[in-house]
Each structure stands twice: as C-alpha cells, then as structure tokens.
C-alpha cells in the first residue's frame, strides 16, 4: 500500500501580465490582464512507505510547488493527491502530524531563542511525551553533535549547524514521512557526509519515507536508488537511478601514472583528454572498448605506476539528459 498517491496532479498559476512603457504602466492599474502558468502539469506517481526517492529536476521545473501540495501548504488545479491516506489540504493539522520537512535555506527554529528552547517548543506543538522526547533527544545529540550549540541562539549558528539543527527539530513528533529541500547546501564535505549517514540511518532504522530535493547530485547518488526527473512541470522519468546511468552513462575515464611522461599517448578506442606530468585522464565508451584492452594497449610500450577507472557522476549524467532531450530515456516506470 502506497503512503503517497498522486494522480494526475496539476497547479496553474494566474500571473499579472507586465506591460512596458509609462502607458503600459498606466493601463495595468486599470485594468491588468493575467496570463495562465501551468506549474505542475499531469504528474502521476506513489511511493511505498519506507522508500527514499530523489525528486529533482531544474529551476523552474515544479519541484517545490509539487512538495508544497504534498505538505497541504498549496491546493491543486486539479487532480489528487493523498499522503497516508489524507489528502493534505483538506486536514493540514492531521497532515503535519504525519510529516517532518526541512527546507535548506529556511529554519523552523525561532531565530532568538537557545537551541534547546525550540526544541521544546516543538515537543508541546507535537504532544511529544517526556519520555520520548528524551530519547529523540539523546539520539540526535549523538548522531548530529548538537550538544555543542544546543545552548547557543539559533542567529548564532553556522550554517552547518542550523542544518542538523532543523533535520533534529523535523523528526521529534516522529514522523512517518520527511521532506527534505537542499539538506546539504551550504555544508563542507565533512557536514555533508555527516549528513547524508544520519539520513540513511534514520530511513534503515525507523522506515521512515523520504522525499528529496536537490541540486546536488551527490546527495540523490548516495540516498536514493529511485528518483523522479520533471522538467517544464512534467514527469519525464520515474525509475532506478541504475538504469538511467547504464543507458547515459556509458563513458568511463581511465587514469593512469606512467613512469615516463611521454609527449602524447595514441590509443585505439581511447581519447586522452588531459595530461599533467606523467598522469593521463582517457576517456573512453564502455561498449566500444574495455579498460583492460586499454591498458593493454598502454603495457606494449610504457611502463604504469598506477591506475584508476572513474565511473560517470550521476550530476554529470542528469545534465547530459537535459542537455539531448529525453527521448532516449528508458520508457517511464510504473511505480
């Protein structure tokens, strides 16, 4: 049994129509006319309870509108929309019983208050129980580090700190389902890291179903092994990551270290794009020749030191579809 279903889900936009000049001006606050944007158009989909789906697409694409509908914020044109069985809009209290959401530029946390007196705030909001709160609490504090900033006002912190902060703040009330909007951005290598383990240990370990939206790549890489891919409002992919990067991402790059720094290396199958010192990047299709035929070929007159075989990034991948189109796009996946 499905926790989310969307149906034929739509949101049009009525947008006041700019008119350029002084009496263009003067004829909008007369009488303005409105032109109709389709935000969302037509978007179908479910997702069981404990999954982690990536939900991305570019600017624009109807992402956040899609997410706004799903926590109750916004009405649909048309179509429905049901998440564990209530339609959000209709039973917004009920609705964000059910729900935690974490939007990365944007905190639920009162701004002037010490960490810890949110927190609390939060567990009278959601009728957390004493005990419970207490365990969350310890759980979190561990995982996240939030001891040392839990007595610190919410202005005060770091970026990196605000983020754990909210991630902790969305999941008291345990919620059955989290929406997460750019959890990482802004954080260093090592926060992100930190980050995205705390994800996959709360999915594991209390089934929790998560919706992400990114413009990290990396994130959707490491999280989800199902995304969903809309541009222009429309759901143009449902399904495994690993198919999308088996049809797109067939170019691999070979790097090796030979002993001596030869002027060029010429290889049948194999493009050397880059060259620094005695290192090569090789760029070459997997379906038209193999990493060992190509270190074969590099064994016959040079000597290696050392190689790698560096598989395609998803980030790379997904801008190469929206760069060609979809048509080449495995056909949508029912889910």
């Not at 530029?105 to 129980?129: C, G, H």
């Not at 005990?131 to 969350?136: L, P, S, V, Y």
């Not at 839990?150 to 202005?155: D, E, G, H, I």
Request: charged letters at 30%.
């Amino acid at each position: 049994m499905p926790i989310i279903e969307v149906e034929h889900l739509m949101k049009d936009f009525m947008i006041a129509k700019r008119e350029t000049g002084f009496l263009g001006a003067v004829k909008s606050l007369v009488k303005r006319e409105h032109i109709k944007k389709e935000a969302v158009k037509d978007i179908s989909f479910s997702i069981k309870e404990g999954e982690m789906v990536g939900y991305i697409g570019p600017n624009g694409a109807g992402k956040s509108t899609t997410i706004k509908m799903l926590t109750g914020i916004l009405v649909p044109s048309s179509g429905s929309v049901k998440v564990n069985g209530i339609i959000p809009y209709e039973n917004r209290q009920e609705n964000a019983k059910n729900i935690g959401v974490v939007f990365g530029q944007r905190t639920q946390l009162w701004w002037d208050l010490p960490t810890i007196e949110s927190f609390e705030l939060l567990k009278e909001i959601y009728q957390v129980s004493d005990k419970r709160f207490k365990e969350n609490m310890d759980t979190f504090t561990e995982i996240l580090g939030l001891d040392e900033f839990l007595n610190t006002p919410v202005r005060q912190l770091s970026l990196g700190q605000r983020m754990r902060a909210d991630i902790a703040a969305s999941l008291l009330h345990d919620p059955q389902i989290l929406f997460l909007d750019e959890p990482t951005i802004g954080l260093d290598v090592v926060a992100k890291e930190k980050m995205r383990t705390f994800i996959k240990e709360i999915n594991n370990e209390r089934k929790i179903t998560v919706i992400l939206t990114t413009h990290d790549m990396e994130d959707i890489e490491k999280l989800c092994e199902r995304m969903i891919l809309i541009d222009h409002g429309q759901k143009v992919y449902d399904g495994e990551i690993a198919v999308v990067k088996e049809r797109f991402g067939k170019t691999r790059t070979l790097i090796v270290d030979l002993e001596e720094s030869p002027h060029n290396l010429q290889l049948k199958g194999g493009e050397a794009f880059k060259e620094e010192a005695s290192r090569f990047w090789i760029r070459f299709n997997r379906d038209e020749v193999s990493a060992s035929e190509l270190i074969a070929q590099i064994t016959q007159t040079h000597n290696i030191k050392d190689l790698t075989v560096e598989e395609p990034a998803i980030e790379s991948i997904i801008s190469r579809i929206y760069q060609e189109g979809y048509q080449d796009l495995p056909e949508i996946v029912k889910v």
